[in-house]
């Protein structure tokens, strides 16, 4: 398994979904990407950091929100190594991006030291293997051949087609249960078993928080990047989004109110 050592403190952020209508969430994840450069030693993006990504080409002709988040993320690897994970909504992300950005691309699932801890860390949604219908698109969307087919396409198709495909996929979601998609149990147990590792962080259930679980008995814990979102709130709530610090002490999330 790939493996990546870092000093701490190391940042980390997933499910930002920066998109074109997420003016709240891309302003907060400037602000949290200003701190980190100059807090973190290192920042790990483990996917979703945007709600689509058809392709690095994008990136040339970017329009502008995208051009001024793309800046923030390069401003920010100017200053200390950032990494950049794809998500399941992201997964056409490339080298040329990370070149561009002066960042590097996460392999899928990476072994990561920070100090005394070395802990999984992957998106997360190979873990949520009881959803089948996904795992089949998963797997499709993962083929390379399917990916060429894809990226041959003109943008124009590619972001009609990118808006079908998430059409028909929150068309999807509404008729499965919340424990569909979570993660299964088993797999999570499995990657711990296999990384030897009694640590995994990851995103994509939009779950944060701390999770203790037992592996073969061994107490293991398995933590959950926050989802992000500053735009789309109903009248009595209160902007999503955090992140997560890990130092010496281990892992601590912490909330956007608290930036
Ligand atoms: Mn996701």
């Not at 293997?129 to 003109?154: C, E, H, I, K």
């Not at 890990?246 to 608290?258: M, N, V």
Request: proline share 5%.
């Amino acid at each position: 398994m790939n493996k990546i050592s870092l000093a701490g403190p190391v940042w980390l952020a997933s499910d930002v979904h920066l998109g074109q209508h997420t003016e709240g969430t891309s302003e907060a994840f400037r602000d949290f990407l200003k701190l980190a450069a100059s807090e973190a030693q290192a920042l790990l993006l483990p996917g979703d950091i945007f709600d689509a990504w058809i392709g690095d080409d994008v990136a040339v002709v970017a329009p502008p929100w995208l051009a001024q988040d793309l800046m923030a993320i390069k401003a920010c690897a100017a200053k200390i190594p950032v990494w950049l994970g794809r998500g399941n909504r992201d997964f056409l992300m490339g080298e040329a991006l990370a070149v561009g950005l002066g960042a590097r691309l996460l392999p899928e699932e990476v072994l990561v030291t920070v100090g005394p801890r070395t802990f999984l860390l992957s998106h997360g949604d190979e873990y949520c293997t009881d959803d089948v219908a996904y795992q089949q698109f998963r797997a499709m969307v993962r083929n390379p051949a399917w990916q060429s087919g894809f990226l041959s396409r003109s943008i124009p198709e590619r972001l009609t087609l990118a808006a079908q495909a998430r059409g028909e996929s929150m068309a999807a979601n509404q008729t499965k249960t919340s424990e569909i998609m979570d993660v299964n149990a088993d797999a999570v147990a499995q990657a711990i078993r296999t990384a030897g590792v009694s640590l995994i962080i990851h995103g994509h259930t939009h779950r944060p928080g701390r999770n203790v679980l037992n592996v073969d008995g061994n107490v293991c814990e398995r933590w959950v990047l926050p989802d992000w979102d500053c735009d789309h709130l109903e009248a009595n709530q209160q902007p999503r989004g955090g992140w997560m610090v890990i130092d010496e002490e281990g892992p601590t999330l912490f909330d956007l109110e608290q930036a």
